[in-house]
């Protein structure tokens, strides 16, 4: 049973390292970024909304945020435990993952926080812009967005370094290589 967050600034590969967590531990990874951008696709009035919020790389709001969330946790497949993505990524997100999970007598195990420079980021970013065409990878908006996670989201991360269940992993490196580093820093922070 695992129950983990992983969290890091937009390009730190995060996304691409949830999957591979999610197959070798077994675990379904939620990605509250892949459940909006799902929707902006299918053209969903949860999608109409956030997509105002997601090109100008701001935070879609809290009131949308969290009830999706709180219903993605509330299906079977969690059971077994989950690898939350992108999500909370406000103190005030925190308080109310606190609360879905204290409603269900569970609690977190792990929180992994990927490690990358600004700069690093910000020209991989630009690189996968010209790959992908994601509307929300151009430099201004990579930057406001790297300004909203060293703003509101590095808080995230102290309250669990002062809970003692954060894990923290260098970003920087080939696929594989950070794969690995993950996956180690996982089992001692189980055995820890
Ligand atoms: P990501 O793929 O995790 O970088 O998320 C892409 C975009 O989705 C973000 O820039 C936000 O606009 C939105 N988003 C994802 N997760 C959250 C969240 N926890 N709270 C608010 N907005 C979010």
Same mark, same amino acid.
């Given at each position: 049973?695992?129950?983990? =967050?992983?969290?890091?600034?937009?390009?730190?590969?995060?996304?691409? %390292?949830?999957?591979?967590?999610?197959?070798?531990?077994?675990?379904?990874?939620?990605?509250?970024?892949?459940?909006?951008?799902?929707?902006?696709?299918?053209?969903?009035?949860?999608?109409?909304?956030?997509?105002?919020?997601?090109?100008?790389?701001?935070?879609?709001?809290?009131?949308?945020?969290?009830?999706?969330?709180?219903?993605? =946790?509330?299906?079977?497949?969690?059971?077994?435990?989950?690898?939350?993505?992108?999500?909370? *990524?406000?103190?005030? %997100?925190?308080? #109310? !993952?606190?609360?879905? =999970?204290?409603?269900?007598?569970?609690? !977190?195990?792990?929180? !992994?926080?990927?490690?990358?420079?600004?700069?690093?980021?910000?020209?991989?970013?630009?690189?996968?812009?010209?790959?992908?065409?994601?509307?929300?990878?151009?430099?201004?908006?990579?930057?406001?967005? !790297?300004? =909203? #996670?060293?703003?509101?989201?590095?808080?995230?991360?102290?309250? #669990?370094?002062?809970?003692?269940?954060?894990?923290?992993?260098?970003?920087?490196?080939?696929?594989?290589?950070?794969?690995? *580093?993950?996956?180690?820093?996982?089992?001692?922070?189980?055995?820890?």
């Amino acid at each position: 049973m695992t129950r983990m =967050l992983i969290i890091g600034p937009p390009g730190s590969g995060k996304g691409t %390292q949830a999957e591979r967590i999610s197959e070798r531990l077994g675990v379904v990874a939620i990605s509250t970024g892949d459940i909006f951008r799902a929707n902006v696709k299918g053209e969903t009035p949860l999608g109409v909304e956030a997509k105002k919020y997601m090109d100008a790389g701001d935070f879609v709001p809290d009131s949308v945020t969290n009830k999706m969330v709180r219903d993605r =946790l509330s299906e079977d497949d969690v059971e077994p435990g989950f690898l939350l993505d992108g999500y909370p *990524r406000t103190t005030a %997100q925190v308080d #109310y !993952l606190d609360a879905i =999970l204290a409603d269900g007598d569970q609690k !977190l195990d792990v929180v !992994l926080q990927l490690t990358a420079d600004d700069e690093e980021l910000v020209k991989r970013l630009l690189g996968r812009a010209k790959e992908t065409g994601r509307s929300d990878d151009n430099e201004g908006v990579i930057r406001h967005r !790297l300004d =909203l #996670y060293h703003g509101q989201t590095e808080p995230v991360v102290q309250k #669990y370094a002062e809970r003692g269940i954060l894990t923290q992993v260098d970003g920087i490196g080939g696929i594989d290589e950070v794969t690995e *580093r993950v996956m180690e820093a996982i089992k001692s922070a189980q055995t820890a």
